[in-house]
């Protein structure tokens, strides 16, 4: 919190705000003192914000009209598509607006391990950040099965098969997820309860998230700690404000491509076709954001050992903070990290491909060498480098490169960019 | 009960795998150039009704459109016949209603306000009309396929003898496009299959491309709508991206003289 208490300039404002101080909150927010050399990449906070919105606003609409029962599920969503009164503008909105929702998680999510914004005293809006991925996830799949299309019916069938894998308890837990002997309609109106249910957790999760961050303030490209208010930090209105504003128009733009012109690209064909638990689909995929972990979980020959490995891949992320053991935050100060980091984007990047690919051949070993460098990263790579690692100096403020020579932070800029 | 979720989840890795090899030798589609792709693009009217006139005189015996109203047809967007022939058309099916006072289902003819009339009772006796394969209802059609309106279009000419040491079962033909290459609808379209009462020679290509177009259509009925708001859309974000990036540029220049 900034440092100066706020006094309302009205007596019903003093009054109001000794009893529920949402005017301090206000004052806080707008006041927030922020690093000033914040990039683009750090937009994105603001950008995950919209997109959580624009679900839940698109899917309450869509709650109104859609129904969940295997038998109606598909029909009401093409009754949205042509008879609700711009459904279909909703429905684009919503489905694409999933996608967009994770490319923007996983900019975030990267920005983060490249500044490691996840270091000391960050550790825990990263890990909250982590649950809110993880349940983003959850949500995401969930909703992919209410239109009740092969893909959903299959899909469900595929990952929820997953926890039979559990020793003992496995086939029931399954049975129990189901509420039958397979996936069908007490499944779909259990899953569409959740997925309207989840939206909400996130939103209370990344309010806790904001509230973490608001204590140590921004991570910065530079990585070291400013002085807040100093030199170094603008408040966040208006500065930060018209910069995300700016960004998020950019990602608008995008999204409006997607919504407008290719609406069904990020999906699957067989998505159109109403779901039917005689006939298997040639070929089944989840939906793009799944893949790496996708990859990761069929790379292990066993099945229980494949999940563990899957999980794992999350949960490693978890234990980041403490896995990597370099004092230095950003990677712009360390030559050997910021090689290994882009490294490990491709590695995550190459899974992502495989698991679209089928499970054999070529595929599996590129599946199988991707997934033990994932895990090589996180747990022998990130700790060894911090103590090996030789890194640049640090300046001793973000103005300190700006007033030596100012030819120094374009410099960094463009390192933090590339 | 265990074997089965394993024996279901080794299938689906599996048939997963082997589409993917077959995937690999699958040839390329017919491309035509449709009215309705890119920024501005709009179905071609003439098409449209000459489609749905393909689809009512050779598709439509066989292929439901379970999800189409006959007021469809006169909606703006789409084949824009006038209410005057959407309601004679709709009057040449009758639909079963009621039960009236008396208790009784009843005949009547079909209303703007009543989907389309399925040929079938259901799916077991379009199976059995059609030696176990069942016409895929062609509501959505063009968005279940991979290849959309390119892969109807394609299949519509893809009809050819089998290459040599092919053999087929009876009622099974071949066709080049087909997935697997096996397709038990014999060759739908022949050269004048319908008239077109305005003069457009009923070729197999025309037809292909009317009907492709009606599908299209009939799987994306406000598609114009949407590239029409689309346009807007992204006409007005980008106008304000360029205001709100001159606003920002002016609010930073504050303390960039600073710096």
């Given at each position: 919190m900034s440092d100066h208490e706020y006094v309302p300039k009205s007596k019903f404002g003093k009054w109001f705000n000794d009893r529920l101080p949402l005017l301090s909150l206000a004052s806080h927010l707008t006041d927030y003192p922020t690093p000033k050399n914040l990039n683009y990449w750090w937009t994105f906070g603001g950008i995950l914000t919209f997109c959580l919105i624009i679900q839940i606003v698109t899917g309450l609409t869509l709650a109104m009209h859609y129904i969940a029962h295997a038998d109606l599920a598909f029909e009401s969503v093409e009754h949205i598509m042509?008879?609700?009164?711009y459904g279909w503008l909703i429905r684009y909105v919503h489905a694409n607006g999933a996608s967009m929702f994770f490319l923007a998680v996983y900019i975030h999510i990267f920005r983060s391990l490249f500044y490691g914004s996840y270091k000391s005293p960050r550790e825990i809006i990263w890990i909250i950040g982590i649950i809110i991925y993880l349940l983003m996830m959850a949500s995401a799949f969930m909703g992919y099965v209410l239109p009740w299309g092969q893909m959903s019916f299959w899909g469900a069938t595929v990952i929820t098969n997953i926890f039979s894998a559990i020793p003992f308890v496995g086939e029931g837990i399954v049975t129990w997820l189901w509420g039958g002997?397979?996936?069908g309609d007490p499944t779909l109106t259990r899953f569409f309860t959740l997925h309207y249910l989840i939206p909400f957790l996130i939103l209370g999760l990344v309010v806790l998230h904001i509230w973490a961050l608001h204590i140590p303030g921004n991570n910065n490209p530079i990585g070291i700690d400013v002085k807040k208010p100093s030199k170094d930090t603008v408040p966040f209105h208006p500065y930060i404000v018209i910069k995300d504003a700016f960004a998020l128009l950019m990602f608008m733009i995008v999204f409006a491509f997607f919504v407008f012109y290719s609406p069904n690209i990020l999906g699957h064909a067989d998505n159109y076709i109403e779901a039917n638990p005689m006939v298997t689909p040639a070929h089944i995929v989840p939906e793009w954001y799944l893949l790496p972990f996708y990859a990761i979980l069929r790379s292990v020959p066993d099945k229980l050992m494949g999940v563990v490995a899957m999980l794992s891949a999350i949960f490693v992320l978890a234990a980041l903070p403490w896995l990597?053991?370099?004092?230095?935050?950003?990677?712009v100060f360390r030559p050997l990290y910021k090689q290994f980091y882009w490294i490990l984007v491709i590695d995550v990047l190459i899974l992502g491909y495989v698991g679209a690919?089928?499970?054999?051949?070529i595929y599996l070993l590129i599946a199988r060498v991707s997934t033990a460098y994932y895990f090589i990263h996180f747990l022998i790579i990130l700790p060894v480098l911090g103590s090996k690692e030789k890194t640049i100096p640090l300046p001793l403020s973000i103005m300190e490169p700006v007033l030596k020579d100012s030819s120094n932070l374009s410099t960094i800029k463009n390192e933090s960019l590339n | 009960m265990k074997n089965i979720f394993k024996i279901t989840y080794l299938t689906i890795l599996l048939l997963a795998a082997t589409h993917q090899v077959k995937g690999a030798e699958k040839i390329e589609l017919l491309k035509i150039d449709w009215s309705f792709k890119g920024l501005f693009g709009k179905f071609d009217r003439g098409s449209l009704q000459r489609g749905y006139q393909v689809y009512t005189e050779v598709c439509a015996s066989c292929h439901s459109m379970k999800y189409l109203s006959y007021r469809n047809l006169s909606e703006k967007g789409g084949p824009e016949f006038s209410v005057e022939q959407v309601k004679a058309i709709a009057a040449s099916f009758e639909v079963t209603d009621g039960p009236n006072d008396d208790g009784e289902m009843f005949e009547r003819p079909a209303k703007l306000s009543d989907k389309f009339v399925m040929p079938y009772a259901n799916v077991k006796e379009a199976q059995a009309a059609n030696g176990g394969a069942y016409p895929p209802d062609m509501s959505v059609l063009a968005k279940a396929r991979t290849g959309g309106v390119d892969y109807i279009y394609s299949v519509l000419l893809g009809y050819e003898d089998p290459p040599s040491g092919v053999t087929l079962d009876d009622g099974v033909y071949y066709n080049k496009y087909m997935y697997g290459n096996n397709i038990k609808m014999s060759q739908p379209l022949y050269h004048g299959s319908v008239e077109y009462n305005n003069g457009t020679e009923a070729t197999k290509e025309q037809m292909a491309k009317d009907v492709a177009t009606f599908l299209m259509w009939t799987a994306e009925p406000h598609l114009e709508a949407r590239h029409k708001m689309g346009f807007k859309a992204i006409l007005y974000l980008t106008i304000l991206t360029i205001l709100v990036y001159f606003s920002m540029k002016k609010i930073w220049s504050r303390i960039e003289s600073e710096v």
């Open positions: 042509r008879d609700v009164n002997y397979s996936v990597d053991t370099s004092k230095i935050r950003s990677a690919m089928p499970a054999e051949g | -």
